[in-house]
T-cell receptor, first 113, second 116 residues
Framework: AQSVTQLDSQVPVFEEAPVELRCNYS??????LFWYVQYPNQGLQLLLK??????LVKGINGFEAEFNKSQTSFHLRKPSVHISDTAEYFC???????????FGAGTRLFVKA | GAGVSQTPSNKVTEKGKYVELRCDPI?????LYWYRQSLGQGPEFLIY????????DSGLPNDRFFAVRPEGSVSTLKIQRTERGDSAVYLC??????????????FGPGTRLLVL
């Protein structure tokens, strides 16, 4: 069975500091992976996605993620965060060619001034 | 253009009652998903429609849950004999083509269901 695990439920960080939000997946088959963000009182929106090819994926708002097949990870990074990055971040994925997307439990990023 | 809309935004009902939750996808989007998000959890897949048909309904928790999309656009999630454990935010998402789960999903704001 596939699963997506976000290793941190909350990540507090100071403004302009770098951040990494960790995500591990379990699957024995080819996968696709996403990071979605949910700002307060808004719907989920896509940050970036990995389907195949280059393992370093760049997304919106300066975020990037690296697909690591050997470690089954897809960690999200940003070199310098802003107050406006405060939100809930969800890692999600599924089997290539499938329809069912599995979401992690979410990581709440809290950027402090 | 207009995004995915869901109505009502909030629904309070009593245990045992029947509820319907509506989703209007982005115009022209052929794929539609329903998810359930409980407090402190990520969205949990319920069902996926390709056009009018449910291509994958493996996430529906039991036979009290049913979803339809009769004309391939608007979808309704129906819950019979509601239970307190059904309380959650129900999310709808749509995507533009039939590429499966790999396609970007555009989410609505959700319907917050509270069963008393």
């Amino acid at each position: 069975a596939q699963s997506v695990t976000q290793l941190d439920s909350q990540v507090p960080v100071f403004e302009e500091a770098p951040v990494e939000l960790r995500c591990n997946y379990s699957s024995s088959v080819s996968v696709y992976l996403f990071w979605y963000v949910q700002y307060p009182n808004q719907g989920l929106q896509l940050l970036l996605k990995y389907l195949s090819g280059s393992t370093l994926v760049k997304g919106i708002n300066g975020f990037e993620a690296e697909f690591n097949k050997s470690q089954t990870s897809f960690h999200l990074r940003k070199p310098s965060v802003h107050i406006s990055d405060t939100a809930e971040y969800f890692c999600a994925g599924g089997r290539t060619g499938g329809f069912k997307t599995i979401f992690g439990a979410g990581t709440r990023l809290f950027v402090k001034a | 253009g207009a995004g995915v809309s869901q109505t009502p935004s909030n629904k309070v009902t009593e245990k045992g009652k029947y509820v319907e939750l509506r989703c209007d996808p982005i115009s022209g989007h052929t794929a539609l998903y329903w998810y359930r998000q409980s407090l402190g959890q990520g969205p949990e897949f319920l069902i996926y429609f390709q056009g009018t048909g449910a291509a994958d309904d493996s996430g529906l928790p039991n036979d009290r849950f049913f979803a339809v999309r009769p004309e391939g656009s608007v979808s309704t999630l129906k819950i019979q004999r509601t239970e307190r454990g059904d309380s959650a935010v129900y999310l709808c998402a749509s995507s533009p083509d039939l590429g499966g789960g790999e396609e970007t999903q555009y989410f609505g704001p959700g319907t917050r269901l509270l069963v008393l």
